[in-house]
């Protein structure tokens, strides 16, 4: 059974840091993996959708990583800003039905 | 540009009670799903749909039922609540399994 870690579950840094935030799955054999952002009190946002085949995918100051050998992803937040904080979330597509397996998230906060 | 629209956003309910959890989205995603989200814990699949008049269960299914006549919407009906029931539920929609999900804002759900 595929099963998603995010660790650690909290991160404080100050401003302007580059920072990495990690996900950790048991089972390679995964369809895409996914990484969203939730706001308090709001819905989730995706950022960035890596295909199985894939090695990384980038937006702006975001940039994935994917290596299925090692069941990890990482995420990518170059020149952090207040604005960046919030709880990210990396969710694994088993297969092409759709179904999506979550981690539990990592709850940024960025100092200014 | 509404994306996908939750209504009620809170709800406070009593044990034994009934009601629907309403869900449309305008963007004719034939993917479309319910979550719901507990604290400390990533996002569990109750039901989701892979188009109108298709459904099936998720990973967490007791108690709850959906049904999809139209692209749009896709309620979620608690049959008789529990306190257990007691989280922040999320529908979502995707073009398909290889586009990302996007998510509404949720309906925070109290079960006294």
């Known amino acids: 059974k595929q099963e998603v870690t995010q660790i650690p579950a909290a991160l404080s840094v100050p401003e302007g840091e580059n920072l990495v935030l990690n996900c950790s799955f048991t089972?390679?054999?995964?369809?895409?993996l996914q990484w969203f952002r939730q706001d308090p009190g709001k819905g989730l946002t995706s950022l960035l959708l890596?295909?199985?085949s894939q090695r990384e995918q980038t937006s702006g100051r975001l940039n994935a990583s994917l290596d299925k050998s090692s069941g990890r992803s990482t995420l990518y937040i170059a020149a952090s800003q207040p604005g960046d904080s919030a709880t990210y979330l990396c969710a694994v597509g088993v297969d092409s039905n759709y179904q999506l397996i979550w981690g539990a998230g990592t709850k940024l906060i960025i100092k200014p | 540009n509404a994306g996908v629209t939750q209504t009620p956003k809170f709800q406070v309910l009593k044990t034994g009670q009934s009601m629907t959890l309403q869900c449309a989205q305008d963007m004719n995603h034939e993917y479309m799903s319910w979550y719901r989200q507990d604290p400390g814990m990533g996002l569990r699949l109750i039901h989701y749909?892979?188009?109108?008049?298709?459904?099936d269960q998720g990973e967490v299914p007791n108690g709850y039922n959906v049904s999809r006549s139209t692209t749009e919407d896709f309620p979620l009906r608690l049959l008789s609540a529990a306190p257990s029931q007691t989280s922040v539920y999320f529908c979502?929609?995707?073009?398909?399994?290889?586009?990302?999900?996007?998510f509404g804002d949720g309906t925070r759900l109290s079960i006294l």
């Open positions: 089972d390679s054999a995964i369809y895409n």
């Open positions: 890596i295909q199985s």
């Open positions: 979502a929609s995707s073009l398909n399994s290889n586009q990302p999900q996007h």
């Open positions: 749909s892979v188009g109108a008049g298709i459904t």
